[in-house]
């Protein structure tokens, strides 16, 4: 397929971004590669939580886990990222890792799948009984490795470096979004920001949008998908928005309208 043909697939597509205020610009670039519109609504912002001490402990443990782009990034503004002798440092995705790689850890491990699951898998995280196991991560996120991780019997240390607040979407927003004309898509990669969004959506406004095509980033935010009674739900390789596109654009290219 030629690059004219790309980037025209989902030409006449809106698609709604969830990502946190001020995340948008990936999405909106992976969207127009393939000829979309964004509407960007934000029901989350995030913010730094001051360290406590808890980062200095979780960075000095010989496996360390960033469970997002975010948490790289609110880590490297209050300490130094980078090579330590013994260290094992792990991504629970592509996007985390390649963040990480900026922020000066050249050796990073991160799952094919990109989930916990996926992460839990890969060596070193297996045989940790007696280990100190660094998380970096934000409060109500990834409960799954620390519990895992726990009954493995590591010693987690859980470094919180940010937390989501809720914004609230406002009445001309929700307006605007329910006026979208179809075809539509919503990108989902964050369970709470989905929650956040939805919601905020009156019944109407609800069922008008239940009629768009839903991309999740995995299996078990589409089953939360479908347990809200969406039906037209697909599942992308990751969260990173070029795989979310990637995914919506191949699901338009064998359906006439969406």
């Known amino acids: 397929m030629d690059s004219r043909r790309k980037s025209a697939r989902l030409t006449g597509w809106y698609v709604i ?7 948008h610009a990936a999405p909106r670039r992976a969207a127009a ?3 979309a519109r964004l509407f960007a609504c934000s029901p989350l912002r995030l913010a730094a939580v001051p360290d406590d001490g808890a980062l200095a402990a979780a960075l000095a443990a010989p496996r360390v886990i960033f469970t997002s782009p975010a948490a790289v990034r609110f880590a490297a503004a209050q300490a130094r990222l980078g090579p330590r002798a013994g260290a094992r440092w792990y991504a629970v ?10 922020a ?3 050796e990073v491990m991160a799952p094919t799948r990109m989930d916990s699951e996926g992460l839990l898998a890969l060596p070193g995280l297996d045989a940790v009984a007696g280990l100190d196991v660094g998380l970096v991560t934000a409060p109500g996120g990834r409960g799954t490795i ?4 726990t009954r493995r019997g590591a010693r987690v240390r859980v470094a919180r470096v940010y937390r989501r607040e809720a914004v609230r979407v406002t009445a001309a927003t929700r307006a605007r ?3 979208l004309p179809p075809p539509r898509a919503v990108l989902v990669s964050s369970g709470e920001a989905f929650a956040g969004f939805w919601s905020q959506l009156d019944a109407r406004q609800q069922r008008t949008l239940a009629t768009a095509v839903f991309v999740a980033s995995s299996e078990r935010l589409a089953a939360v998908l479908r347990g809200h009674g969406l039906r037209r739900v697909l599942v992308a390789a990751s969260a990173r928005p070029r795989a979310l596109l990637e995914r919506l654009a191949a ?3 064998t359906t006439a309208f969406g």
């Not at 995705?93 to 900026?102: D, I």
């Not at 620390?146 to 991780?149: P, V």
Request: proline share 3%; charged share 10%; glycine share 16%.
């Open 251 to 253: 699901h338009a290219a």
């Open 146 to 149: 620390a519990a895992t991780l």
């Open 17 to 23: 971004s969830l990502r946190p205020v001020g995340q």
């Open 104 to 106: 000066g850890v050249a």
């Open 33 to 35: 590669a393939h000829g």
């Open 93 to 102: 995705g592509a996007g985390t890792a390649a963040a990480l790689r900026r």
């Open 177 to 179: 979004l329910a006026a």
